[in-house]
């Protein structure tokens, strides 16, 4: 069974910057892209980044282009976000995916989710 451990998040003040990590359990072979989500309070899940398998293609929500970094390291199953210049608005829970098909911005299309973790960015 694939299982997704994150870790990271924390409250940070406007402009600062924090990284999250998503560990993937080392049986997940066909684990191909990775995704980042978030939610804020009242709010749907929303796309925030994927990036393929080899990390070579990554994608990026237009609110966290050139602020969010999305990266793995596939010798150690981890995926990661770096989030700089963060803002108010960036506030959330945020959870990476996985699937075994090619990187999406669609939610749905993930079968594997991590437990979330809590972003807090104050002004």
């Known amino acids: 069974q694939v299982q997704l451990v994150q870790s990271g998040g924390g409250s940070v003040q406007s402009g600062g910057s924090l990284r999250l990590s998503c560990v993937v359990s080392?049986?997940?072979?066909?684990?191909?892209?990775m995704g980042w989500f978030r939610q804020a309070p009242g709010n749907e899940r929303e796309f925030v980044a994927t990036?393929?398998?080899?990390?070579?293609?990554?994608t990026y929500a237009d609110s966290v282009k050139g602020r969010f970094t999305a990266s793995r390291d596939n010798a150690k199953f981890t995926a990661y976000l770096q989030m700089n210049s963060l803002k108010p608005e960036d506030t959330g829970v945020y959870y990476c995916?996985?699937?075994?098909?090619?990187?999406?911005?669609?939610?749905?299309?993930?079968?594997?989710w991590g437990q979330g973790t809590q972003v807090t960015v104050s002004s």
């Open positions: 990036i393929a398998g080899d990390g070579g293609l990554k």
């Open positions: 080392e049986g997940a072979r066909n684990i191909h892209a």
């Open positions: 995916a996985a699937r075994d098909g090619p990187t999406t911005d669609q939610r749905w299309q993930y079968p594997y």
